[in-house]
């Protein structure tokens, strides 16, 4: 169904999974304490990715699906690009547990994660947890125009650094916003696990069985 | 004879009915081979592997041997020479009656079986989780009742004999391999090698661990190959996965990934080639064998059709290799490995009774690899994905008084698909008038070559040191501290006397040094400069003259003590709990770095910020075998750090740095000084791959050359002297802005020392295709008299004017160049043949082009 790509690649001192490796090594040699995440996006082989992003020792794997999007990619790859999260979470999650690591590096999706029930469809399929981009930007009055990485661009003023636009968003107001947003989906989410029963969004994780496809 | 007869001669194979998925998956590998003109024990190729074991994950390691011993095989050389030897790895020990039975009695004559020594439990090597497989030795022949069957019904019948059996070794082994290891079925035996004086063993685990488990210590051979593993997919991983993989007479490890495995899988279908054990190696030595054994291809074209010459690298070719090699790559790019990939090939030449060491690098030189060359009392050829590596190699044969130097006479990189050397380089072991040599080729043949120098040879009887430089010690020692005086007194000596003279030079100075913490300070300051400086040697070879500063300096820093009041205060790993603050401001923490892990919590690294946290500001460390990081973690504003490093250091030197200042003597790896901040950064000799990646600034000078893609998104203020030049893609993407207003360049020399001392113009100031790509800031200033630069190795910068402003610029950074390499501005840069040049007439200048806005 998919193909995967072999694109250029940005960062010219790693180019194979050793070289990864090494940079998680200085990571962890600059700072012992530091928590190492590795955002990857999702090819058909995203399963060894994080088995090697694992044994590279990367605490915490971040998969980024197809239907998330930088302001700043090219319209014809924003939606084209990658594995929709929905199937590159379980992919990954199972494939932890058959290796018997699963409980030993963290798993967290993004890539169109809109909603409290899309939170709670990403950890029924098996993440840890969801890093939320596009839905925290709208909080705050983004109207996804997509012309975040001119310098100015952004009309509502998340995206730049110009003193005059940057005016335009209040911190204080922009926090209220943000708040009110996973206020809400807390709530939300627990509706959904008192409906199941369930007495911690940990015990979601992976529960495949409560998901129902609609035909 | 073609090879379509023997192509075709497959058709009868069974084809497996396995998927041609590839099932396991890796990228990452270290890997290392050497070849000598006398057999080496195995012990040799240890040290190495343990070194790089960071390389691999502990999932897959390997060896292979070639040029074998007769005596310790237990056979005659005669059968030595002639007989396959068939090695057949036994997971299930139950299975081999059965695979006797089957594929070996009726078909060969055996000359002698053993099964292969090994430790008696496993589980004694630490790391082992795996038990390897019991591997039996066979020295076979094929019956010549059934060769000539063979050759019968398969039409072969014009073959050479040697063709034929080669030919049958190799199916017969492939009919094994598929039907007792079957990758998705049970697997119960395997073919590990069967060429001629050739062995190859693996096992899960690391590249050293097989060196212990089958006992290959004491082991000789000619050539060896080791490789470390870094699977990552599959729980339950196979030896029959690891590297090396025999094609028939060849043995290949590998460091890297292919992009098209099925388009090389569908290559070998084509010639009714099967892969069995479903890795990118794999198929890569089974090319190798077809293009070699079957298509019969001098290696120059061998070489090409695995990594084609493209871009500007072919338009520079001579027409008659365009059009060969035009016809090469039109047949062979399907069967070209895409990607990042690195070969090191051990291959048995047995028309030419030739034993070769090959590394073949991709054309987009995306994996490192370093070769060296050293001639003494024996002559060894070394190739490995780090430097470090073939420094572990060279360190323990001279600890064990094998070779006179831990240092090479010759170190270098491969430029991948160049016209220049081809990306490959060969070592070759042949009879010679006196037994074995050993000769060291390029991909088109050219050899390389050391000087006529003497090495080291034994101390000798003491000599009465010169009276002179006796009188001078005292007088360039304290109290006036001239060390660069004594330094430029004493290299005429050094020149013109023999090695004896100078040990005693060398042992006045360790007798001076203990007189007290000033003379201390004059020694260590003449040992480095005759250690780091480039000096005519006379008819010495400079890596013996190393070897014996290397023992210098170690003795002089072995032999201070652990006092608060000395000019120096010395630590080791055993008494490290006494780091203390600093009992004068300008006390010196020397650290003996020797048994300090390479990396982790507990590395010389963090050591070296514990120091730092307790206000040490000058750190000194030694006997540095390929520690990591060094620089890392020191946090922001280290101005007024300084730190000097001797030894071997590891990758990322320096990278991260804010304001202090490094100094390596020596060479450094891959990855130095990424993201540097700030600070100053001096290398007396090469850096690796990915130099000054994304770095914000520094003040940097680098004696030698530096690898593929240093400076690649850097930023900023950067402002570096190469002396050498660099593989390519300098400074790609740099967007260092207006070097004329607090912005960065580089300036490149395209010097290289020579075996006289002096620094000679290279062939090329810069020798490949992409240079300065894609920049939108910073400049380039190359020295290039002879115009040799041109714009097609441009990929969106222009030639630009050299004007006074570009010389009042970097001018300063060119004299504090001369201050610390002794490269003179005068005479050696701005000196073209005889005569004096402008610098506008020696330097050109190469600028970023405005590029429009992606919209």
Redesign the interface.
């Not at chain 1, 180019?15 to 070289?19: A, N, R």
């Given at each position: 169904m998919f193909t995967s790509l072999?694109s250029p690649f940005?960062f010219?001192?790693v180019?194979?999974?050793?070289?990864h490796?090494?940079h998680v090594?200085?990571i962890k040699?600059?700072?012992?304490r530091a928590v190492v995440s590795v955002k990857v996006s999702t090819p058909t082989?995203v399963?060894?990715?994080a088995?090697?992003s694992y044994?590279a020792g990367a605490n915490i794997i971040h998969i980024d699906g197809g239907y998330g999007g930088t302001g700043a990619a090219p319209e014809i790859a924003k939606k084209n690009i990658a594995m929709p999260v929905e199937y590159a979470i379980p992919k990954v999650h199972e494939y932890l547990v058959?290796?018997?690591v699963r409980d030993r590096i963290t798993l967290m999706a993004s890539g169109g994660i809109r909603t409290a029930d899309d939170v709670a469809k990403a950890i029924a399929l098996g993440a840890d947890g969801c890093v939320i981009g596009t839905a925290e930007a709208v909080a705050v009055g983004c109207t996804h125009c997509g012309n975040c990485e001119r310098g100015r661009g952004c009309q509502v003023g998340i995206t730049t650094t110009d003193p005059e636009l940057s005016e335009f968003i209040d911190p204080a107001w922009g926090e209220t916003r943000i708040v009110n947003l996973f206020n809400a989906w807390s709530k939300r989410l627990r509706m959904i696990l008192v409906e199941f029963g369930l007495e911690s969004i940990r015990e979601l994780r992976g529960r495949k069985d409560l998901l129902v496809r609609y035909k | 004879m073609t090879g379509q007869p023997i192509i075709d001669s497959r058709k009868a194979l069974p084809v497996p009915k396995t998927s041609l998925v590839k099932q396991e998956a890796e990228g990452g590998c270290g890997v290392v081979g050497l070849a000598c003109n006398v057999p080496l024990a195995g012990k040799y190729l240890l040290q190495s592997l343990v070194q790089m074991r960071n390389r691999g994950n502990g999932k897959g390691g390997g060896i292979a041997a070639l040029g074998l011993v007769p005596e310790q095989l237990g056979v005659s050389e005669k059968i030595l020479r002639e007989d396959y030897i068939l090695q057949v790895a036994y997971l299930d020990k139950s299975a081999r009656k059965q695979v006797e039975d089957e594929h070996i009695r009726p078909f060969f004559q055996v000359d002698h079986e053993s099964r292969v020594e090994a430790v008696a439990d496993y589980r004694s090597i630490q790391g082992l989780e795996v038990e390897p497989p019991e591997v039996y030795r066979y020295f076979v022949r094929v019956k010549p009742e059934v060769l000539e069957d063979f050759a019968r019904k398969n039409e072969l019948s014009g073959h050479k004999g040697s063709e034929l059996e080669d030919e049958f070794v190799y199916q017969n082994s492939y009919r094994l391999n598929l039907q007792y290891y079957s990758s998705l079925g049970e697997k119960k035996a395997f073919v590990v090698s069967h060429g001629k004086n050739l062995v190859a063993l693996k096992l899960v685990g690391y590249g050293d661990d097989v060196v212990k488990y089958y006992r290959l210590e004491d082991f000789k051979a000619h050539v060896w190959i080791g490789h470390h593993r870094y699977p990552t997919k599959g729980r339950v991983w196979h030896p029959g996965g690891a590297h090396p993989f025999v094609g028939l007479q060849e043995a290949l490890v590998h460091n890297g990934d292919f992009a098209n495995y099925h388009s090389i899988v569908e290559y070998l279908a084509q010639r009714h080639i099967h892969p069995l054990f479903l890795t990118d190696t794999e198929v890569s030595v089974l090319l190798f064998d077809l293009v070699s054994r079957v298509y019969k291809y001098p290696l120059e074209y061998l070489i090409e059709a695995l990594a084609p010459t493209t871009e500007r690298d072919f338009e520079m070719l001579p027409d008659e290799k365009k059009k060969v090699y035009r016809l090469i790559q039109t047949s062979h790019i399907h069967g070209s490995p895409d990607g990042p990939w690195f070969f090191i090939v051990a291959r048995n030449d047995v028309e030419k009774n030739a034993w070769q060491l090959l590394g073949i690098t991709d054309t987009s030189m995306l994996r490192p690899q370093v070769f060296a060359l050293q001639e003494g009392p024996i002559k060894i050829g070394i190739i490995a994905s780090e430097r470090q590596a073939i420094s572990a190699v060279l360190g323990r044969l001279q600890e064990d008084g094998k070779i006179p130097s831990r240092f090479g006479d010759r170190y270098w990189n491969a430029r991948g698909g160049s016209h220049t050397d081809g990306g490959a380089f060969l070592f070759s072991v042949r009879d010679g008038e006196n037994g074995k040599e050993l000769e060291a080729s390029d991909k088109f043949g050219l050899a390389i070559t050391l000087p006529d120098q003497e090495w080291l040879n034994g101390r000798g009887p003491a000599v009465a040191l010169n009276l002179s430089i006796s009188l001078q010690l005292p007088r360039k020692g304290p109290p006036s501290q001239d060390a660069m005086g004594f330094y430029e007194y004493v290299r005429p000596a050094v020149r013109d006397a023999g090695f004896q003279y100078v040990g005693e030079i060398l042992e006045e100075l360790r007798r001076l040094a203990l007189k007290g913490q000033e003379s201390r300070r004059f020694v260590i300051e003449s040992l480095s400069l005759l250690y780091d400086r480039i000096y005519d040697t006379g008819k010495k070879k400079r890596s013996s003259l190393l070897q014996m500063y290397h023992e210098a300096l170690n003795d002089v820093f072995s032999a201070i003590p652990s006092s608060n009041y000395d000019l120096y205060y010395r630590l080791e790993w055993r008494n490290r709990s006494r780091l203390v603050h600093p009992g004068l401001e300008s006390q010196t923490l020397v650290v003996d770095a020797f048994e300090f892990p390479i990396e982790g919590d507990e590395s010389v690294a963090r050591f070296v910020v514990d120091a730092y946290g307790e206000g040490w500001k000058n750190i000194l460390l030694y006997n540095l075998r390929g520690h990591r990081f060094i620089g890392s973690g020191l946090g922001p504003r280290t101005n007024g750090l300084r730190i000097g490093c001797y030894g071997d250091v590891g990758d990322y030197v320096a990278s991260g740095i804010d304001g202090c200042e490094l100094t390596v003597h020596g060479a450094a790896q891959d990855q130095a000084a990424q993201i540097l901040k700030y600070g100053k950064l001096v290398i007396h000799g090469d850096v690796g791959q990915a130099f000054m990646y994304a770095a914000k600034g520094g003040d940097v000078y680098v004696m030698g050359n530096a690898a593929g893609r240093p400076l690649i998104n850097a930023v900023g203020r950067p402002r570096v002297v190469i002396n050498g030049t660099c593989l390519d893609y300098l400074a790609e993407s740099f967007m260092a802005g207006d070097p004329h207003n607090g912005g960065g360049f580089v300036v490149v020399n395209g010097l290289k020392p020579s075996f006289d001392g002096d620094f000679i113009e290279q062939t090329y100031p810069y020798p490949g295709g992409n240079l300065f790509s894609l920049a939108s800031g910073g400049a380039i200033f190359v020295r290039d008299p002879h115009r040799k630069v041109s714009r097609d190795q441009l990929n969106g910068g222009r030639l630009a004017d050299f004007t006074r402003e570009d010389w009042n610029l970097i001018q300063p950074y060119l004299e504090e160049n001369e201050k610390l390499f002794g490269i003179l501005v005068k005479e050696d840069l701005l000196t073209v043949g005889d005569k004096v040049l402008d610098p506008s007439q020696v330097y050109r200048k190469i600028e970023p082009v405005s590029l429009q806005e992606l919209t």
């Open positions: 072999y940005p010219h001192s180019y194979s999974v050793e070289d490796k090494k090594d200085w040699t600059v700072n012992p082989d399963d060894m990715v088995i090697g044994y058959s290796e018997g | -």
